[in-house]
């Protein structure tokens, strides 16, 4: 399977920022889309932003404006920049990466989740 990798959370105060990012191995043909998810405690998992192959985005009403989410299509590394926190982005954020890789000599499709990085925004 393809492995991700998040890192870049942490605690901030409100107003600041905070840059994430994810990493995926494995032996991947191509990331048709990129995603970032947040869960609050009690609650699903839902969705914060995506940004397709072709860079197209999409990103979820209460983080417009203030968080930026990226890709490095040769690293297979995605990215959220974001900025202008408030208390309530605390959260557990989750990459998503899906697309398709050589599994033996096969090629496959994959969706893959990372292990979940904590930000807190406190003062």
């Known amino acids: 399977q393809v492995q991700l990798v998040e890192s870049g959370g942490g605690l901030v105060q409100p107003g600041g920022s905070l840059r994430l990012s994810c990493a995926a191995s494995?032996?991947?043909?191509?990331?048709?889309?990129m995603g970032w998810y947040r869960q609050f405690p009690g609650k699903p998992r839902e969705l914060v932003a995506i940004?397709?192959?072709?860079?197209?985005?999409n990103y979820a009403d209460s983080v417009k404006g203030r968080f930026t989410i990226s890709r490095d299509n040769a690293k297979n590394m995605a990215y959220l920049q974001m900025n202008s926190l408030k208390s309530e982005d605390t959260a557990v954020y989750y990459c998503?990466?899906?697309?398709?890789?050589?599994?033996?000599?096969?090629?496959?499709?994959?969706?893959?989740w990372g292990q979940g990085t904590q930000v807190t925004v406190s003062s």
């Open positions: 998503n990466q899906k697309g398709r890789m050589i599994v033996g000599t096969t090629l496959r499709q994959f969706d893959s």
């Open positions: 494995g032996n991947i043909v191509s990331i048709d889309v």
């Open positions: 940004i397709t192959s072709g860079g197209s985005t």
